[in-house]
């Protein structure tokens, strides 16, 4: 069974900072790339930020310039630092495991609030 955990989520005021961290329960060995994605209420899931187990990585461009992936391939994890929240980042995230050449495994999700 692999679980991936996260944390970090919380109310935060506009301009502040979260940190979120995603990590899976056993070592995985095959994990090809990871992602964050959100989701908003009355909203399509998003990706938001994605990196490959080369370290590529790629962003929504709504995110460009306040959001960084980065990843820690021992630990299976993968973190979101997200500077200069705003109200419109408000939504449930999601990490996201691609393992092997056919299997995804996700995260339970954790809310992000940015609200005055």
């Known amino acids: 069974q692999v679980q991936f955990v996260e944390s970090g989520g919380g109310l935060v005021q506009p301009g502040g900072s979260l940190r979120l961290s995603c990590a899976g329960s056993?070592?995985?060995?095959?994990?090809?790339?990871m992602g964050w994605y959100r989701q908003a209420p009355g909203k399509q899931r998003e990706l938001v930020a994605r990196i490959t187990s080369g370290g590529t990585t790629n962003y929504a461009d709504s995110v460009k310039g306040r959001f960084t992936i980065s990843r820690d391939n021992a630990k299976n994890a993968i973190y979101l630092q997200m500077n200069s929240l705003k109200p419109e980042d408000t939504a449930v995230y999601y990490c996201?495991?691609?393992?092997?050449?056919?299997?995804?495994?996700w995260g339970q999700g954790t809310q992000v609030t940015v609200s005055s």
């Open positions: 056993r070592t995985i060995f095959r994990i090809t790339a």
């Open positions: 996201k495991a691609d393992v092997g050449d056919y299997s995804a495994y």
